[in-house]
């Protein structure tokens, strides 16, 4: 049986750092690291992504012409006659049907009462009942034009609670439809309008003209 011959301290320290020195690395070695290199983990931080852009130069013209709103958008466009301009799709003596200019899906419609008042308790008998009426003509015109799936009704009353226009009462109803929350608006954080507002002002304005005329005929509500 021989002795085994021990190294000095320095020889070995050398044989040490000799073995843990990583030899060249080809391009075989390079493949198969990064093959069983296990894929890093995405840190989880709460905050939802940031919004993506749809740019949209064509635009800027408008932009450039708008000015901050002024005073009540619902008791304006009351006081105007431009139904066109304004969105305006039916009216009432003391109510008003009109398109929402940044809509959350096509035929996204508001009703309003035509007097400035905040909330229901302050309507009279005359304001809710045309304020209805408008309600119910809304979901009829949508029914016909855009067949959705559902609504969505919506009254946001306050500035807490996040109206935009917190002492004009205005009711929302926002068409649904089954799938039409898709991967833009969930992880693009984009919500894509197949229609332009003017195409949906006028598929609306015809679907109540012609229930006025199958109601003057006695053949609808």
Same mark, same amino acid.
């Given at each position: ?5 021990r ?32 894929e ?24 450039r ?32 049907l ?14 309003? $009462? +035509?007097?400035h008042?905040? !909330?229901?308790?302050?309507? =009279?008998? *005359?304001? &809710? @009942? ?23 009704y ?16 205005h009711?929302?109803?926002v ?15 984009t ?7 003017? $195409? +949906?002002?006028?598929?609306? !304005?015809?679907?109540?003209? =012609?229930? *006025?005329? &199958? @109601? ?5 509500r």
């Amino acid at each position: 049986m021989s002795a085994r011959v021990r190294r000095p301290a320095a020889a070995r320290s050398r044989a040490a750092r000799t073995a843990a020195k990583p030899g060249p690395v080809t391009p075989k070695r390079a493949t198969r690291r990064a093959a069983t290199r296990p894929e890093p983990r995405q840190r989880v931080t709460g905050i939802a992504p940031a919004r993506d852009r749809l740019w949209a130069p064509w635009r800027a013209r408008w932009i450039r012409a708008a000015h901050p709103p002024q005073g009540c958008l619902f008791c304006r466009v009351a006081a105007m006659e431009s139904d066109r301009t304004d969105l305006v799709v039916a009216r009432r003596p003391n109510a008003l049907l009109m398109l929402n200019r940044y809509p959350y899906n096509p035929g996204h419609l508001m009703v309003a $009462v +035509t007097r400035h008042a905040a !909330r229901v308790e302050a309507l =009279t008998d *005359a304001e &809710r @009942r045309d304020w209805l009426d408008l309600v119910a003509l809304a979901e009829r015109a949508l029914a016909a034009a855009y067949h959705p799936h559902g609504l969505n009704y919506g009254v946001n009353s306050g500035r807490v609670a996040g109206a935009g226009f917190p002492d004009h009462l205005h009711l929302h109803l926002v068409p649904r439809w089954d799938g039409d929350t898709n991967f833009m608006p969930v992880i693009g954080a984009t919500r894509v309008l197949p229609e332009s507002l003017g $195409v +949906t002002w006028r598929r609306l !304005r015809d679907a109540i003209a =012609t229930l *006025a005329r &199958r @109601r003057g005929r006695g053949q609808g509500r």
